[in-house]
């Protein structure tokens, strides 16, 4: 069985560098981003899950989200918003994403979505 795709957009290298060394550790092949990709690119990937940061540096992550759920290519692939804003549920609903997580969060939080979406169960967190 393959590894599963996961896709992190987000412009703060520590998250980025945090969020792939735990989700390699649990498995999963990781591609990483800190600048604005377009749908293409992404689509080229062929990721399992996409996670988006929703602020970056120039950039709105939500339009990003609605571009990859408006392009055929790329609709079937589950998008999570991550972010501190506070009213992120409603933000995450308004582009299409399929979920979202809140800023901070727990690496158990992460790796339990990150199962939910690629619908990979996993090991059992600890």
């Not at 940061?53 to 692939?77: A, E, F």
């Not at 299409?96 to 979406?117: T, W």
């Amino acid at each position: 069985m393959r590894a599963k795709k996961i896709f992190i957009l987000d412009d703060d290298r520590d998250i980025l560098d945090s969020m792939k060394m735990v989700l390699e550790f649990k498995g999963y092949q990781v591609h990483t981003s800190a600048c604005a990709e377009n749908v293409n690119s992404i689509s080229e990937a062929n990721p399992d899950l996409v996670l988006i940061d929703l602020w970056m540096s120039g950039v709105d992550g939500s339009d990003i989200c609605r571009q990859l759920k408006n392009n055929t290519r790329t609709r079937h692939i589950p998008v999570v918003i991550i972010s501190a804003n506070t009213n992120i549920k409603e933000l995450s609903e308004n582009c299409n994403a399929d979920g979202y997580i809140s800023k901070p969060f727990e690496i158990d939080e992460l790796i339990s979505k990150v199962r939910h979406y690629t619908g990979d169960p996993g090991r059992r967190l600890h």
